[in-house]
């Protein structure tokens, strides 16, 4: 049974389902899946993600020209997985089923990302590349072959962003905090993460509380988290439940002071909750190198994207996982999912000629694959190369809100967190 989509949903996928009609390009198409939640808590993300997945494939496409990418043009169909793991599987079985896509682009969150791996796109041999799943159990189903060397991911692992976030947190005076994260297997494994790096740097967590989300009130959660008289707050969420949430703490008389995970960043969040409440606030996020890939992606999106910037929460993953994958199609010379998997790591391992985003960049880089040339896509979230389980290494932004606007005021490199480990795990 086709899943039945909600109003909203459907409004937005009537917008963002395919790139644009583009002139001189082939008359067939092929067509990837997309499985990502448009509605629900983690909606924001998976809107900014298709409007960026849009933009890469009208890119690749205008590069291409009639000649096309393997003989087509791209396009996806998009699904709405509700931000719910069961929707997402299910969504997912009738691309690959119905519709015999060899790749999907999603989940959003890990806990849809992780049974549509395994049970759909592993077990099938499709490839999926996920631009926002962070939890560090995807490695773990990676290193035991449940993923089967199918799964790719533009962000990096909350292994390395729960300990970026410990750090980042005692440099800003946060050495005692409470904790209320999302109870899935992101927010677990978040927690976990920072907890252990937290702990060993000398802070102290005085409460824990899990909550479960699309809750209409968080009352109970946000009462139970205040009884220790905490002196601030990490939220471990998403911005639709995060904005009740903190707003809630705000309304009971929680100290206003805040750490966020990626994400939060988010102009509805800061909306939502009011800005005046935010000023003591502070986050970390997967960072970026900049590069001309950056440069272009920071003026092109906005001007076709329908209110989101540059910054949108997975935004930047969402455009260089639909960059690779599409370089990877030109590679492949197949629209076929073995081919496809394994040219993954050829455009984006080094010694090839350095090609970057946009119409300019992509007709160089198709050009080279054409003459057999190696190249090597260095994007917008900076030069990537997937090791043996599908993961990528980056660096990490440090960010606070000042005056309702999102501050960049630091980055910490992989060399920055892996020293913090070492030092953790002695």
Request: with cysteine; hydrophobic share 40%; glycine share 12%.
């Amino acid at each position: 049974m086709r899943l039945m989509l909600t109003s909203t949903a459907l409004a937005i996928i009537a917008t963002m389902g395919a790139p644009a009609a583009l002139a001189q390009t082939p008359a067939c198409t092929h067509t990837v899946g997309m499985v990502v939640s448009l509605t629900g808590a983690a909606g924001r993300y998976g809107q900014a993600a298709g409007k960026s997945v849009e933009l890469a494939f009208s890119d690749l496409n205008k590069a291409a020209g009639l000649q096309g990418i393997a003989g087509c043009k791209l396009g996806f169909d998009l699904r709405d997985a509700q931000s719910q793991g069961s929707v997402a599987v299910d969504q997912a079985r009738q691309l690959v089923d119905l519709k015999k896509v060899p790749a999907i682009i999603g989940g959003i969150i890990s806990s849809v990302s992780v049974p549509m791996v395994t049970s759909v796109t592993a077990p099938a041999g499709v490839v999926q590349i996920s631009p926002a799943s962070s939890s560090p159990s995807l490695t773990k189903l990676a290193m035991e072959g449940k993923t089967g060397g199918w799964f790719f991911r533009t962000i990096t692992s909350d292994a390395l962003q729960g300990t970026a976030a410990a750090k980042y947190a005692l440099d800003q005076g946060l050495k005692s905090l409470t904790i209320i994260h999302v109870n899935n297997d992101f927010g677990v494994n978040m927690l976990a993460e920072f907890r252990r790096a937290y702990e060993a740097l000398g802070g102290k967590i005085v409460d824990v509380t899990p909550y479960n989300p699309d809750q209409s009130s968080y009352n109970a959660e946000v009462t139970k988290a205040l009884k220790t008289d905490p002196a601030a707050l990490y939220f471990i969420g998403y911005p639709g439940d995060g904005t009740t949430i903190i707003r809630t703490w705000v309304q009971q008389g929680g100290p206003q002071k805040f750490l966020f995970n990626d994400g939060m960043n988010s102009s509805d969040f800061v909306k939502g909750v009011g800005a005046q409440y935010l000023n003591s606030a502070y986050g970390t996020s997967s960072g970026t190198t900049k590069t001309e890939s950056t440069e272009y992606f920071n003026k092109a999106y906005p001007a076709m994207s329908g209110g989101f910037d540059a910054e949108a929460p997975a935004a930047v993953q969402g455009y260089d996982a639909a960059a690779i994958l599409g370089l990877a199609v030109a590679q492949a010379g197949k629209f076929e999912a073995t081919a496809i998997r394994d040219a993954i790591r050829k455009v984006t391992a080094p010694g090839g000629e350095v090609v970057h985003a946009g119409p300019a960049g992509f007709a160089r880089a198709i050009e080279l694959i054409r003459k057999k040339k190696a190249v090597r896509y260095v994007g917008v979230i900076g030069p990537v190369q997937f090791d043996k389980y599908g993961d990528i290494a980056g660096p990490f932004r440090a960010w606070k809100f000042a005056n309702g606007e999102v501050v960049t005021v630091g980055q910490m490199s992989t060399e920055d967190v892996a020293a913090i480990q070492a030092k953790i795990n002695k």
